[in-house]
């Protein structure tokens, strides 16, 4: 299988602290940086299979720093390949995350993502995944809308909390498969919204929560509840790329499942 991973690569600042401090605290300091974002989605895609041909498609891992060397040695080292033509610039999001033995966590969104449309429709892809839609950009800086792509599945996911969707992730929706968002992105509950969204779909909408993940197709719902010996006591960071990587893998919503809690703070 040929996997497409499109729009945002982000560098991660994994931080260590053995205090209950918030995140901002003295005390807490640099454990390791890596790349993140759609690398993380990588990273699990290639534990589960060896073989997959993997494509970061983003302009966003040029940088004129020392984290530019992060991010592409990184996706050398998985075996993927980078596509689209790249930008001088930074990266666009840090996110500062919690290290294993911490209790602290937080997270920093920075400018918008930019992502270029050369050569980002093949006809060899099978699947495409576009990462935080909602602040895409084009290179012109308007909002970024999801071809039309016959040739392959696509997912998209979303970052930033709101009550309903943003007017540019509606105009894509007929041209996604399936919507993977966190209950921080659409409320569990809001089931008008939900068939809001699921009629313009093409296949379903796929909320996952600490507790449980729901699966809303058009003529089908099915709510999977996570068992205590998957979640056990773990936190739950990093645990949509997880379950994106897992349900590309498996478009299977209790596999999933296990993979994002099986790798969620591997990475």
Not at 6 to 16: K, P
Not at 53 to 70: D, K, Y
Not at 164 to 192: R, W
């Amino acid at each position: 299988m040929k996997v497409k991973l499109c729009g945002n690569v982000t560098y991660d600042c994994i931080l260590q602290s053995d205090s209950t401090l918030g995140w901002r605290s003295n005390r807490c300091h640099t454990h390791r940086i890596q790349a993140g974002g759609l690398v993380n989605t990588a990273r699990i895609l290639r534990k589960l299979d060896p073989n997959l041909e993997i494509t970061i498609h983003s302009n966003c891992t040029v940088n004129t720093g020392s984290l530019q060397s992060i991010v592409a040695d990184e996706i050398k080292t998985l075996g993927a390949s980078i596509g689209g033509p790249q930008l001088p610039g930074d990266i666009s999001v840090a996110t500062i995350l919690q290290g294993k033995d911490s209790k602290i966590s937080g997270l920093s969104l920075g400018k918008d993502c930019i992502i270029d449309t050369s050569n980002l429709v093949d006809e060899t892809t099978d699947w495409y995944h576009f990462s935080y839609l909602d602040i895409l950009k084009n290179v012109d800086g308007k909002d970024f809308l999801i071809p039309r792509i016959d040739t392959g599945i696509v997912s998209v996911d979303l970052v930033t909390p709101n009550k309903d969707l943003l007017p540019s992730v509606y105009k894509s929706l007929s041209n996604i498969d399936y919507l993977i968002v966190s209950d921080a992105e659409i409320d569990c509950t809001d089931q008008i919204l939900h068939q809001k969204i699921v009629s313009s779909l093409k296949k379903a909408l796929i909320i996952h929560a600490k507790h449980k993940t729901l699966f809303i197709g058009k003529d089908s719902l099915f709510t999977h509840t996570h068992h205590s010996d998957i979640l056990g006591e773990k936190d739950v960071v990093g645990a949509g790329d997880a379950f994106v990587a897992g349900y590309i893998m498996y478009t299977d919503v209790p596999l999933a499942t296990k993979v994002a809690f099986n790798y969620c703070r591997d990475f």
